[in-house]
């Protein structure tokens, strides 16, 4: 039974960058909103489908096939038209004219963004999925294409560790992460990277050269440094540079793994997290909630509100940065 608050027509759309899993949460979404009873649309790409009339009907096979693809059948964009008010009216007439009275938005803290905007202006409720591979929304332990961009890292680093060894070489590999450094983390602790370099803590690039002058010394200078992308000190070539003009003896690469991190099959993990997650969006939504959030923190589903989920980061535990600090020494 659905309640008085409840939506009869929904929409659904990923919009911003896109993450491997996207399409596991559109079909969970489509399913379950078909299996609720609700009418079902997908909006091409992101807000600017939604401005431009780029909407269709969806039904339970025009979403079969495509659990286990990265990116996303809907198509994904960035537009400048919805952050005015003048493009988010067209928007909602074009939603309007179809009876859709609730969202679905799958994205990062840009889109949850826009869709409290939205819903502002024309007071129609949103339920945001956390779709990025940064990991980098408060409100939930995990978010749709963490696991398979940072599996992904994994994968790389551990063939240029090979030829990393074979050489005795010093190589620096950057990863994705503008102001998050999770995927920095969790793949320098997974491929046992020495140095971790990361936006959330002050990058110490005096004592990088020390430990690696010790180590050049003892002629071992192998050494594996992952660096994000947003990292303080710079990204790769940053660090590469500072490191030859200290130590020009060492035999240094650069690699910057860069858009191999969005794409490919999600992995077990994202393919579940999306599935609860697209469930749970249909069911916030017949259940009156709305500007919220869907988060899995222990397993279990959390809401918070899309305002909060933008303004607070998830903050890296101090516990990993200790455990790294051991681990690599
Ligand atoms: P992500 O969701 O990956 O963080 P973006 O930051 O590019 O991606 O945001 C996606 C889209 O959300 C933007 O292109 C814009 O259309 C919309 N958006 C972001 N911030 C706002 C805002 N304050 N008001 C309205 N729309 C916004």
Known sequence: MTNKNSVTNIGVLTSGGDSPGMNAAIRAVVRTGIYRGLGVYGIMRGYAGMIDDEIIKMDSRSVANIIQRGGTILKTARSKEFLEFSGREKAYNNLKKRGIDGLVIIGGDGSFRGAQQFSKDFDIPCIGLPGTIDKD??????????????????????????????????????????????????????????????????????????????????KKLVNLIVVAEGDDFGGANNVAKAIKERIPTADTRVCVLGHIQRGGSPTCQDRLIASHMGFYAVESLLSGKRNVMVGVINNKIYYTPLDEAVKQKQKIGQEWMKIVKILTS
């Open 137 to 218: 929304i408060a409100g939930s332990d995990t978010t749709i294409g963490f696991d398979t961009a940072v599996n992904t890292a994994v994968q790389a680093i551990d063939k240029i560790r090979d030829t990393m060894d074979a050489h005795d070489r010093l190589f620096i590999v950057e990863v994705m992460g503008r102001d998050a450094g999770y995927i920095a983390l969790h793949s320098g602790i997974a491929t046992g990277a020495e140095n971790i370099l990361i936006p959330e803590t002050k990058t110490d690039m005096e004592e990088i050269i020390c430990s690696l002058t010790e180590k050049e010394k003892r």
